[in-house]
């Protein structure tokens, strides 16, 4: 097991390097420009966001992330003039609108209920993928092969041609807008990706690493956690994150299923609406907001992703 | 420590047969060697004994006791792999650390046990680095020291020095044997390198197809080889082969070639009439003008103290080890004289050596300092 990693035989030249390149910086981008507007727009004041011509340049305001967690209401300007002076920058803020603070919006729950099913799901998709890979890898399973094609041709439809049996279902059950429901949904939908991409991670460990632990006396639980998981944390960790960007996203199956106690933020940010049609600034606070965890934790396991996403290609 | 004892040990893999009947014992304290090219079942025996893979049939002792169905951890052997299989997400002495832990060893008793370790094998210096930066050598005495460390009953190596450079790998040979004479554990090696087995071994088992062709000491082994196969697997160049005509009565002491009569060792069975070979090893050839044979010689390799010649002796090409010093032309008329005492007869339609006074030498086993 060298430390190298693997190198194409032929190192590219500086032209081809070029070319390559700059079409990064184009794809790039293509693909940041509208993540910056909406960075932007979330900066903006409503009458700004809607300027035509689009502004580019503009004074910052936080009004777009003071809208997005309260509700207001526009009162007479009799009332105005008898309120006492505003405690805080946001009920001033508020109050240049004349309008005030009603109370806080729903984005704070319905950002929880994202974090909750998302990071629950990704962590049964991961816990069960893993266990399951490790079967799959080590064991004769019977049927194996029949398994694991079945497994994954349950990706082979869009998830969404079943939603309608899902929604009667999970209606009769009584999981419709219920936490446990989505959890147990999008970890449906991502156990497969799961257990095959681990599958791959787990091949690539010699067994010998769990048979030297077993000889000196470890249990087969002991080896696996003590020898072959701490080897798999690449494979985990990218794994983790495919799950992760699937259930943090899911926008179809949200819209269809929850509503109310159990909505997570996907359905609920285009919902927000100002004064006369769409929050776009408040719409713009919330998709930067519900960028930030993926983000971060695509961030922290970075050093894992690298390696990880040749999908144990150059492991070593 | 402990003796090793497998009997009829068989192994199935679905259809295909990897160990056939195996019997053999592994006195308490000895370096046994199993040796055989690749795929002849020496890994799966290995792992049998080990406890790694459940025999099919026959039965393991391991220090008198049955072990056959115990699992690996309840059987107190320890591996080294031909791989090594040193965890990469632990530092040295964590991995050097790893068996003691499991038996539940106070902190400070494994540190001082892996360090007594790390010294035995000259690694003290290195047991705070990670095992991924470690030269081949170094990963090799880690191996071993994870294995030491715990001090089993017995050892398996499975080719432990399969990935070392040459070089390095006589180096590594000496070590083992030293090793193995200070902490005189009962050892079983696998290698397909016959130095390495000649080298070290207390016993050497060759095997090929999941059978064990022959079992004894290094030089009976040379000396005496039991099959055709053994001749030919054991030396470098190996042994010889001339077709003789057969048909001979027990007691027949020559036998004949197209044009000579060749002196033998002493038959003591009967000799078939078509198969028969004689089998001699290339230093068993003498340069003689006297001799019964007459040979062409073909071409030299030099090599330094001795040189391999090829000679064409009737339609039969012989290498031949001779001194350095002797000149001889290519197409030269020599003749050659045989180590009677020394020459083996084999029935080759069974591949099997013929009973002969060949067989009367004794060897003496290894005395403890090997070499
Ligand atoms: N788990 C298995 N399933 C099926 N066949 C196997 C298995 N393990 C080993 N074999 C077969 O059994 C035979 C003996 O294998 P083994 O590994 O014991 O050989 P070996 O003598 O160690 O060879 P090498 O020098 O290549 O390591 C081989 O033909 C191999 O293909
Ligand atoms: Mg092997």
């Given at each position: 097991m060298s430390t190298t990693t693997a190198h194409s035989v032929v190192a590219p030249g500086r032209r081809t390097r070029f070319v390559a390149g700059l079409l990064v910086v184009i794809y790039a981008l293509v693909t940041m420009v509208p993540l910056a507007w909406i960075f932007l727009t979330g900066f903006k004041t409503p009458p700004d966001s809607i300027s035509y011509p689009p502004k580019v340049v503009f004074e910052p305001s936080l009004e777009g992330y003071v809208n997005l967690f309260t509700t207001r209401s526009r009162q007479t300007p009799e009332y105005m003039e008898s309120l006492?002076?505003?405690?805080?920058w946001y009920e001033e803020l508020v109050r240049s609108r004349h309008m005030v603070i009603a109370g806080p919006s729903k984005f704070g729950e319905r950002f929880l209920n994202s974090v909750i099913i998302g990071f629950g799901s990704t962590f049964l998709s991961v816990f069960l993928g893993t266990l399951a890979a490790y079967a799959f890898s080590r064991f004769k399973v019977p049927l194996a092969d029949d398994l694991l094609f079945f497994i994954l041709s349950t990706?082979?439809?869009?998830p969404i041609a079943v939603a309608i049996p899902i929604f009667l279902m999970y209606r009769t059950v009584g999981l419709s807008d219920t936490h446990l429901g989505m959890i147990i949904l999008y970890t449906a939908v991502n156990v497969s990706l799961s257990v095959w991409l681990l599958k791959g991670f787990v091949d690539e460990i010699p067994r010998e690493y769990e048979e030297a632990a077993l000889i000196d006396g470890y249990t087969r639980l002991q080896a696996f956690v003590k020898v072959v998981l701490p080897q798999m944390a690449t494979g985990i960790a990218a794994t983790a994150i495919f799950c992760l960007i699937f259930a943090w996203n899911e926008y179809a199956f949200a819209l269809l299923l929850?509503?109310?106690?159990?909505?997570?933020?996907p359905p609920f940010i285009?919902?927000?609406?100002g004064e006369g049609g769409l929050d776009w600034p408040a719409i713009g606070a919330g998709v930067t907001l519900f960028l930030l965890p993926v983000l971060v934790f695509t961030i922290l396991l970075r050093k894992h992703l690298l390696r990880g996403i040749t999908f144990g290609a150059v492991r070593k | 420590m402990a003796e090793i004892r497998v009997e009829a040990l068989k192994k199935n893999f679905g259809e295909f047969t990897?160990?056939?009947d195996s019997n053999f014992t592994v006195a308490d304290g000895e370096f046994f060697v199993m040796l055989g090219?690749?795929?002849?079942g020496k890994t799966t025996t290995l792992r049998m004994i080990a406890g790694l893979e459940l025999p099919t049939s026959g039965r393991i002792f391991l220090g008198g006791e049955d072990?056959?169905?115990?699992r690996a951890s309840h059987r107190d052997i320890a591996f080294v792999f031909q791989l090594f299989a040193?965890?990469?997400?632990?530092n040295v002495r964590k991995n050097m650390g790893f068996p003691l832990v499991c038996q539940g060893m106070p902190r400070a008793e494994i540190r001082q046990r892996v360090e007594e370790t790390a010294r035995l094998l000259r690694i003290d210096h290195i047991l705070?680095?990670?095992?991924?930066?470690?030269a081949g050598g170094d990963r090799q005495r880690v191996a071993l020291g994870r294995a030491i460390v715990r001090r089993p009953m017995a050892f398996m190596m499975d080719e432990?020095?399969?990935?070392?450079?040459s070089e390095f790998r006589d180096l590594m040979v000496r070590e083992l044997r030293e090793l193995h004479n200070s902490i005189g554990a009962t050892t079983v090696y696998v290698t397909h390198d016959q130095l390495e087995a000649m080298a070290m071994a207390d016993k050497i088992a060759v095997m090929n197809h999941g059978v064990i062709e022959q079992f004894g000491h290094p030089q009976e082994i040379y000396?005496?080889?039991?099959t055709m196969f053994v001749a030919d697997f054991i030396g470098s160049p190996p042994m010889n082969f001339l077709t003789v005509a057969g048909g001979l009565a027990p007691g027949a002491r020559d036998v004949g070639l197209k044009e000579a009569r060749i002196e033998v060792p002493e038959l003591r069975e009967a000799a078939p009439a078509e198969t028969l070979m004689l089998g001699l090893r290339p230093e068993h050839i003498r340069l003689d003008d006297a001799g019964p044979l007459r040979g062409e010689v073909f071409g030299t390799e030099y090599l330094g103290t001795t040189q391999i010649v090829t000679l064409n002796v009737d339609d039969t090409q012989l290498k031949a080890r001779l001194a350095a010093d002797v000149r001889l032309r290519e197409g030269e008329t020599v003749g050659l004289s045989l180590d009677t005492a020394r020459l083996s007869l084999f029935d080759a339609a069974s591949g099997r050596a013929l009973a002969s006074a060949r067989d009367d030498a004794v060897h003496a086993p290894r005395t403890g300092t090997g070499g």
């Open positions: 006492p002076p505003p405690q805080t990706r082979m439809m869009p929850t509503s109310g106690t159990a909505q997570t933020a285009p919902t927000i609406i | 990897a160990v056939k090219p690749s795929g002849c072990v056959t169905f115990n040193l965890y990469p997400h632990m705070d680095k990670p095992v991924s930066g470690l432990p020095l399969g990935t070392l450079d000396d005496r080889p039991a």
